[in-house]
């Protein structure tokens, strides 16, 4: 809302600020990191409350965590959540159609994730609804939105991969594009959702990824930058900057209540939909393959699950000692400290490596 003053600048030379992209961006991540702590308080008390026992712990899961997890509640992603949409609202350009697309993006996977915690908290058990019909609804809103953001972009291009280092090569891969899009939504979402599993293992990469599409997003909104770098212009992509700052903001705020010991989890209403957010911007920047390298650490931890599922079904033996990799570690004797800090590393490293495909060309 704040972006309408600009057209006050002739009266007021002061509102001109509120035209540029990097003043808005720090201003919604502000916004976001302040919200999150003045109301976060107020939202655990309230989760616990109502909650009672918190989140279920799976018994299944390494038995330290039935002892030192137990009676957190969980549902944090609403902090998250409602940072992210008050600063948004706030700060981003409300005629730009991409902030409307990834945010209903993001609020849809959010609530599929509220559907699930709150079935785990009120029948106290780890399992949600059902897995098919999770993923279901969550294909139908990915496939909307990558209907709406083809819609918006030049024909031929809309619908196209872009390989990251080889400039050249656009794959034009016409309507099954759609397909393509939804699974790197779907599949982001979930990944995020699987690395959430140690207090502040998750929260940690998100903000890292959101940093890089940040400057990802920007970029290639610009049309001077773009040109320079060699990279593909998406027209409008740039105040998807906006919304990267305000993850990141409240990713800080949340980060304080979730650092060890935590006083509430994410859920999967936090991890569900700051997974679809970031798979969505992959997707309107045309960087999804860029995604599977600064997300590694999410991709890391998805192929982890799927390679012990379909070992222990095959062999009947277990690759890792536990899945995801990050309860391997744990059965190991890595402390959840050193886990949290060596895997925020590795994303770390894996988003200088994604981001560098922006210059090799």
């Given at each position: 809302?704040?972006?309408?003053?600009?057209?006050?600048?002739?009266?007021?030379?002061?509102?001109?600020?509120?035209?540029?992209?990097?003043?808005?961006?720090?201003?919604?991540?502000?916004?976001?990191?302040?919200?999150?702590?003045?109301?976060?308080?107020?939202?655990?008390?309230?989760?616990?409350?109502?909650?009672?026992?918190?989140?279920?712990?799976?018994?299944?899961?390494?038995?330290?965590?039935?002892?030192?997890?137990?009676?957190?509640?969980?549902?944090?992603?609403?902090?998250?959540?409602?940072?992210?949409?008050?600063?948004?609202?706030?700060?981003?350009?409300?005629?730009?159609?991409?902030?409307?697309?990834?945010?209903?993006?993001?609020?849809?996977?959010?609530?599929?994730?509220?559907?699930?915690?709150?079935?785990?908290?009120?029948?106290?058990?780890?399992?949600?609804?059902?897995?098919?019909?999770?993923?279901?609804?969550?294909?139908?809103?990915?496939?909307?939105?990558?209907?709406?953001?083809?819609?918006?972009?030049?024909?031929?291009?809309?619908?196209?991969?872009?390989?990251?280092?080889?400039?050249?090569?656009?794959?034009?891969?016409?309507?099954?594009?759609?397909?393509?899009?939804?699974?790197?939504?779907?599949?982001?979402?979930?990944?995020?959702?699987?690395?959430?599993?140690?207090?502040?293992?998750?929260?940690?990469?998100?903000?890292?990824?959101?940093?890089?599409?940040?400057?990802?997003?920007?970029?290639?909104?610009?049309?001077?930058?773009?040109?320079?770098?060699?990279?593909?212009?998406?027209?409008?992509?740039?105040?998807?900057?906006?919304?990267?700052?305000?993850?990141?903001?409240?990713?800080?705020?949340?980060?304080?209540?979730?650092?060890?010991?935590?006083?509430?989890?994410?859920?999967?209403?936090?991890?569900?939909?700051?997974?679809?957010?970031?798979?969505?911007?992959?997707?309107?920047?045309?960087?999804?393959?860029?995604?599977?390298?600064?997300?590694?650490?999410?991709?890391?931890?998805?192929?982890?699950?799927?390679?012990?599922?379909?070992?222990?079904?095959?062999?009947?033996?277990r690759v890792f000692r536990m899945a995801p990799i990050h309860h391997h570690f744990e059965q190991l004797g890595?402390?959840?400290?050193?886990?949290?800090?060596?895997?925020?590393?590795?994303?770390?490293?894996?988003?200088?490596?994604?981001?560098?495909?922006?210059?090799?060309?």
């Open positions: 809302m704040l972006y309408w003053l600009a057209d006050l600048s002739g009266a007021v030379p002061f509102f001109n600020l509120f035209r540029y992209l990097t003043v808005r961006t720090g201003g919604a991540m502000i916004t976001a990191l302040v919200f999150v702590f003045l109301f976060g308080p107020w939202i655990i008390d309230h989760l616990r409350a109502r909650q009672g026992k918190g989140q279920p712990i799976r018994a299944d899961g390494p038995q330290s965590h039935l002892v030192t997890k137990a009676g957190t509640p969980t549902m944090g992603g609403l902090m998250i959540l409602l940072g992210i949409v008050v600063a948004t609202v706030l700060w981003a350009n409300p005629r730009n159609p991409y902030v409307w697309i990834v945010l209903a993006v993001t609020l849809g996977f959010g609530m599929v994730g509220f559907y699930d915690d709150y079935l785990k908290v009120t029948r106290q058990t780890h399992a949600g609804f059902s897995g098919r019909t999770r993923l279901l609804v969550e294909t139908l809103i990915a496939l909307a939105a990558c209907y709406a953001m083809t819609s918006l972009g030049r024909p031929g291009f809309a619908t196209s991969l872009t390989v990251p280092v080889f400039k050249e090569v656009v794959i034009n891969l016409g309507w099954f594009f759609l397909l393509f899009g939804a699974f790197i939504i779907v599949g982001a979402g979930n990944a995020v959702n699987l690395t959430d599993g140690l207090d502040g293992l998750a929260i940690g990469p998100v903000m890292i990824a959101a940093a890089s599409f940040l400057g990802i997003s920007y970029l290639v909104g610009n049309a001077v930058f773009s040109d320079y770098l060699q990279i593909h212009y998406v027209a409008g992509t740039g105040e998807l900057a906006v919304l990267c700052g305000a993850v990141i903001g409240a990713g800080l705020g949340f980060l304080w209540f979730n650092a060890p010991p935590a006083s509430i989890f994410m859920g999967d209403t936090g991890s569900l939909a700051l997974g679809g957010l970031i798979g969505s911007v992959a997707v309107a920047t045309k960087h999804e393959i860029a995604l599977a390298i600064i997300g590694g650490l999410f991709v890391l931890e998805a192929v982890s699950v799927i390679v012990q599922v379909v070992s222990f079904k095959l062999t009947g033996k890595w402390t959840e400290s050193q886990i949290v800090i060596r895997f925020w590393i590795i994303a770390i490293v894996l988003a200088l490596a994604g981001l560098a495909t922006l210059k090799l060309r």
